[in-house]
């Protein structure tokens, strides 16, 4: 925080970031209530928000290693809250509709495929590489604290007032992350001197299939990041179909899942280094065991207590395999590997919410926990097994830890 840049960021996307999650409970309120509590609704309106990721993030990647990421971050902002301010003005008139939604849906979608990998990669260049593990900490750390008061409020004032007020202090909030990134002092940043003038997909895609240790960790995310990573699904008719809860409680329920993500974004900002390919892996079995055990909850009341360690067990995961990747990276390659990243964690979403939306709609919203935690336990113990053979085959016998004769390092 002693950056004068990373500060201007920071306070920026506090309070854009808090009005994105009362977004989300908005949202997904309004659509439960069009739709008649279907789950199937929610995990089109999801399967649309992402399905961009799977399509353009590769590309939004190259754009953030070709041109000004400032610049690129600028536009993609004014271009979310115009859209929130569409979507607003269409609920306060009484005129929205379920396909608005998608339409907004798939809108902010495209925009976040720019949007996400070149935040991710613009933090390096806001302090630098020493900085940089402790800087996405801190990012997480800001996002999880918005994600626990965003719901905590958006909760009573959609009782109180509806989804139209909320959606519309959402596209207001964008303007705080547009006012930081124009103050920011361009000379301060570190930006790449060996930025190429001519940048390939192929490229990014060429140098991560390179790399063993990221393509293993790449294989886990996507793994979780399709059955297990659909709280946006399943917590909402966990609250509302099994507990039968109002918007309020289902408000309080979600900042419980953010409340132990932002003690986890807490805990990791004192991380200096690369984490080992172990820690990525046992978060992740944990992460699985805590999904698992949510899924069986009797009560709200545990439900939400529940919710508090899978939520630190996510972030925890999810910072440990971002670091992982990010502090193994070249810089120059930097944008395209975390949009491979961004790719793979979020692009998962539309394929996990489509089929987790039809699972739940038949089997009921437990079933969606209990799914998405199993099978993260079973992808954490498959990597598991693949790191240790590929340790095997790269170590000397008779010295453990030492490469073999004429191996070639996996570390890069």
């Not at 953030?64 to 993609?76: E, I, S």
């Not at 918005?146 to 007020?165: D, E, K, M, S, Y």
């Not at 972030?315 to 990010?326: E, K, P, S, T």
């Not at 089929?355 to 926990?369: D, I, Q, S």
Request: net charge positive; charged share 10%; glycine share 10%.
């Amino acid at each position: 925080m002693s950056v004068y840049n990373f500060r201007l960021f920071a306070g920026g996307q506090v309070l854009s970031v808090t009005g994105t999650w009362m977004m989300v409970v908005a949202q997904d309120w309004l659509v439960l209530s069009l739709s008649g509590d279907s789950g199937t609704a929610l995990g089109l309106v999801t399967a649309l928000q992402f399905t961009p990721m799977l399509l353009l993030t590769l590309y939004g990647g190259r754009l953030a290693d070709r041109y000004d990421k400032r610049r690129l971050l600028t536009v993609a902002n004014l271009a979310s809250g115009l859209l929130a301010l569409a979507l607003s003005l269409l609920v306060l008139t009484g005129t929205v509709r379920l396909w608005h939604i998608c339409l907004f849906a798939l809108g902010l979608g495209l925009v976040n495929a720019v949007e996400m990998p070149t935040r991710m990669a613009f933090v390096s260049e806001l302090v630098g590489a020493e900085l940089l593990p402790n800087a996405s900490a801190l990012s997480a750390a800001y996002f999880n604290v918005a994600r626990v008061a965003g719901p905590a409020v958006a909760g009573p004032l959609i009782g109180g007032f509806g989804t139209g007020p909320v959606m519309m202090f959402n596209a207001v909030s964008y303007l705080a992350t547009v006012v930081g990134l124009r103050m920011m002092r361009p000379a301060e940043m570190h930006r790449d001197a060996r930025r190429a003038t001519s940048t390939r997909v192929v490229d990014g895609l060429r140098y991560v299939l390179g790399r063993e240790d990221l393509v293993l960790v790449l294989g886990l995310v996507a793994t979780i990041g399709l059955f297990g990573l659909n709280f946006q699904l399943t917590v909402p008719l966990l609250a509302r179909t099994v507990f039968h809860a109002d918007a309020a409680a289902f408000g309080l329920l979600t900042s419980g899942l953010a409340a132990g993500s932002l003690l986890a974004a807490l805990v990791t900002t004192a991380r200096r280094t690369r984490p080992s390919a172990g820690m990525v892996i046992g978060s992740a079995l944990a992460f699985g065991l805590l999904e698992t055990v949510t899924g069986w909850a009797p009560s709200y009341a545990t439900a939400a207590v529940l919710l508090i360690p899978t939520g630190f067990a996510t972030i925890y995961f999810a910072q440990a395999a971002n670091h992982r990747i990010q502090l193994g990276s070249d810089p120059q390659y930097r944008g395209r590997v975390m949009a491979i990243y961004t790719l793979i964690l979020q692009g998962s979403t539309p394929l996990g919410a489509l089929f987790v939306g039809w699972l739940t709609e038949h089997r009921g919203a437990r079933a969606g926990f209990y799914i998405g935690g199993l099978v993260s336990v079973a992808a954490a113990i498959a990597t598991l097994v693949v790191d240790r053979m590929r340790a095997a085959a790269v170590d000397d016998p008779p010295r453990p830890g030492a490469p073999a004769p004429g191996a070639r390092t996996v570390e890069g």
